[in-house]
Each structure stands twice: as structure tokens, then as C-alpha cells.
Nanobody
Framework: QVQLVESGGGLVQPGGSLRLSCAAS????????MGWYREAPGKQRELVVR???????RYSDSAKGRFTISRDNAKNTVTLQMNSLKPEDTAVYYC?????????????????WGQGTQVTVSA
């Protein structure tokens, strides 16, 4: 099986910074996309940013210019540096990975999610 373990998050004042990390482990043939989504109370889960194996990124409009994603393919990790945080960034942040692995003799892609980490931006 595959696990995504997140770390980071917490409480920060507006304008502050936080760093989230996520490590993938288990039965992995190849990690394709990795990224971060978030879910605020009463709202649907939304994309924050994704990065593919080649390093190409896709940021949400709200994340552009403030958040930076990085990825270490050798360590199967992805990191999200969040700067200039705003109260509207408050949400549970989920790590995502699209992973290829062997299943019943077939190489197939599966989607995996971390357990979520709370980010609260408040004075």
C-alpha cells in the first residue's frame, strides 16, 4: 500500500509564513503528480497547487505569488512554502499524489491523499 504523511501547519498571524511537507512511502513504481489541496469549513476541496514529475506547476489564482511548491523526486517528498498568509487561507490542507504501482500484474495509476493538516491564520 501507499501512505502520504504530512507535517507542518498550525496557527499563524496574518502576513506570516508556514511550511507544509508531505512524504510518500510504500509500494510505489512512479509518482506522477503531487500537490496540495485545501478544504475550508462549508466549502468544497479546492486545488492549491500541483507539480508533475518534470517540475511543471499549476497554481490556483489565490496561491500565485505567495505560495511555492517544491518536490524531491529522490525522496518522494513535496513541500509547500506559504508566505503572506491571509485569514482566508485558513483550511485543512491535504497532500495529494498520483502514483503508478503494480496491481494484479497491471501498472495502474491511483490517487492518494494525506490525512490533512490544519492551517489557521488569525490574529
Amino acid at each position: 500500500q501507499v501512505q502520504l504523511v504530512e507535517s507542518g501547519g498550525g496557527l499563524v498571524q496574518p502576513g506570516g509564513s508556514l511550511r507544509l511537507s508531505c512524504a510518500a512511502s510504500g509500494d510505489i513504481f512512479r509518482i506522477n503528480d503531487m500537490g496540495w489541496y485545501r478544504e475550508a469549513p462549508g466549502k468544497q476541496r479546492e486545488l492549491v497547487v500541483r507539480i508533475n514529475s518534470g517540475g511543471s506547476t499549476r497554481y490556483s489564482d489565490s496561491a500565485k505569488g505567495r505560495f511555492t511548491i517544491s518536490r524531491d523526486n529522490a525522496k518522494n517528498t513535496v513541500t509547500l512554502q506559504m508566505n503572506s498568509l491571509k485569514p482566508e487561507d485558513t483550511a485543512v490542507y491535504y497532500c495529494y499524489a498520483g502514483i503508478s504501482r503494480w496491481s494484479s500484474g497491471i501498472l495502474a495509476q491511483f490517487q492518494y491523499w494525506g490525512q490533512g493538516t490544519q492551517v489557521t491564520v488569525s490574529a
